[in-house]
């Protein structure tokens, strides 16, 4: 069964850079697509960016000038910074896998990002 | 791209159905079979209870259906249990341009 663990930092403060990575445990990182999306308190899901096998991505149109997806194979990890952040930044941030039909079939349990001074 | 539109809420009796529709364009629901629910207890991440429409993960119960006409999208409830409670969110991804679009959010209060 696969599993999916966010990790970062949950403070960052305005105009810097929001640096976060999930590690793929009980599958690998090269054999699926993969994505990240974002929940502000509160409100609904947003889908941020998608990362794919061979390392291609693509991006929400709205947010893509500020994100940059990335993988690390060897550690079976993939990666998401979003620079010059905002309060509408905050959010809780998840990765999920991509399941049959573009469906996110697995996800990691969601890390929350506040965006303060 | 807009939001799919979803109703703020919806309610049923324990035994009852409850439907959520999913609103979209042509653009969107209407123009791909695409269409996944997530259902999401509070704190919680979301878990994929339909996709491609109609079909059901391994391990989700034959309670939870989905279909669609035209550029709207239903999930169906059947006999609604207490654990249903929660916020459903559709989606639904739009082939040509390679991206996601999602719903609103209804939150299921189980009466």
């Known amino acids: 069964q696969v599993q999916l663990q966010e990790s970062g930092p949950g403070l960052v403060k305005p105009s810097e850079t929001l640096s976060l990575t999930c590690t793929v445990s009980g599958g690998s990182v090269s054999s699926s697509y993969w994505s990240w999306l974002r929940q502000p308190p509160g409100k609904g899901l947003e889908w941020i960016a998608s990362i794919f096998d061979s390392g291609s991505a693509n991006y929400n149109p709205s947010l893509k000038s500020r994100v940059t997806v990335s993988m690390d194979t060897s550690k079976d990890q993939f990666s998401l910074k979003v620079t010059s952040v905002t309060a509408a930044d905050t959010a809780v941030y998840y990765c999920a896998r991509h399941g049959s039909d573009w469906s996110f079939d697995f996800w990691g349990q969601g890390t929350l990002v506040t965006v303060s001074s | 791209q807009s939001a799919l539109t979803q109703p703020p809420s919806a309610s049923g009796s324990p035994g009852q159905s409850v439907t959520i529709s999913c609103t979209g364009t042509s653009s969107d629901v209407g123009g791909y079979k695409y269409v996944s629910w997530y259902q999401q207890h509070p704190g919680k991440a979301p878990k994929l209870i339909i996709f491609?429409?109609?079909k059901r993960p391994s391990g989700v119960p034959d309670r939870f259906s989905g279909s669609k006409s035209g550029n709207t999208a239903s999930l169906t409830v059947s006999g609604l249990q207490a654990e249903d409670e929660a916020d459903y969110y559709c989606t639904s991804h739009v082939g040509n341009d390679n991206f996601y679009v999602f719903g609103t959010g209804t939150k299921v209060t189980v009466l």
């Open positions: 491609a429409v109609t």
